[in-house]
């Protein structure tokens, strides 16, 4: 990883490559570009090839990079637009005809910084059994399935082996892979979001890196959402402390309102639902 510092994060590390390399060294193999989509900041970065691949030592594929706005917690005004945009980014990357859904909440429930995913999975609405059984009211939904596959520590099981095994089983055409992510901009921590259609790596942010999830690791396309919620210390205090990842002390509201908004998203972009029919639903 450029400049030393490990990030999950596309558009930082296309940041800290520029910064090693210089400002007007071109990086090729790699598209970015700013926009605005419902009044939120978006940082799209296209890796093209396996140049760009290895210069961010992220996989080929498209990351859109959202900031959240300052209040997104489920009571303040702009939970809703923050929703909403994130579900067009999820949108996004979603392939056409992928209408039945694993979605994978990854991550340890027990430590907050890596409760992510178990939380997010507390908003989104499953509905494969019912899609199954022909339950009347539900014609108009895609079929979503979950899992929680905890981490190897826990389980003594990788995680990609159990959402192996899930899609062999459910044979879904598409997986969501919801994560803690670790980042190298303190500001961001807990108030970004990234989505990707290239997959990922549990772990390789702090360098505990586990066996990726992937379109050629589970034979079906793989859409990535995580928020970052660790920085290595080093960045901040010197290579004494390298290695060491902390967290703001906020971090347990932060990480609760943002698997909100992702369980609220997936909703949007898979069902076609709205904040309110989502509430009904959910709870």
């Not at 989509?37 to 090839?49: N, S, Y």
């Not at 992928?98 to 340890?108: Q, R």
């Not at 004494?240 to 906020?250: I, K, Y």
Request: glycine share 12%.
């Amino acid at each position: 990883m450029a400049a030393g510092y490990r990030t999950d994060m596309a558009d930082e590390a296309r940041s800290l490559w520029n910064r090693s390399a210089g400002a007007n060294t071109e990086l090729p193999g790699v598209i970015a570009r700013e926009e605005n989509l419902g009044g939120l900041a978006v940082t799209a970065v296209e890796i093209t090839d396996e140049v760009g691949a290895r210069a961010l030592g992220k996989a080929p594929g498209k990351y859109f990079s959202l900031d959240l706005p300052v209040h997104f917690d489920r009571g303040a005004e702009e939970f809703a637009s923050a929703v909403g945009t994130l579900a067009a980014l999820i949108s996004r990357c979603i392939p056409d005809g992928a209408d039945s859904v694993l979605v994978a909440a990854l991550g340890n429930p027990d430590i907050t910084p890596d409760a992510l995913g178990s939380l997010a999975a507390g908003s989104i609405l499953v509905t494969r059994h019912l899609k199954k059984s022909g339950h009347p009211g539900f014609e108009g939904f895609s079929s979503l399935a979950l899992c929680r596959p905890g981490v190897l520590g826990t389980s003594g099981i990788e995680t990609a082996s159990q959402v192996s095994v899930l899609c062999r089983e459910l044979a879904p055409s598409l997986v969501i892979a919801i994560d803690a992510l670790a980042g190298t901009e303190a500001d961001r921590l807990g108030r970004a979001v990234q989505v990707s259609d290239a997959g990922i790596s549990p772990g390789s942010g702090v360098g505990n890196d586990r066996q990726e999830l992937s379109k050629n690791s589970l034979g079906v396309p793989v859409v990535s959402i995580g928020i970052p919620t660790v920085i290595d210390a080093g960045l901040f205090g010197g290579d004494a402390l390298s290695g060491m990842f902390v967290t703001p002390r906020s971090i347990d509201s932060l990480v609760r309102s943002g698997a909100c908004v992702i369980g609220y998203a997936v909703n949007m972009a898979v069902h076609r639902l709205s904040i309110a029919d989502i509430d009904a639903l959910v709870g």
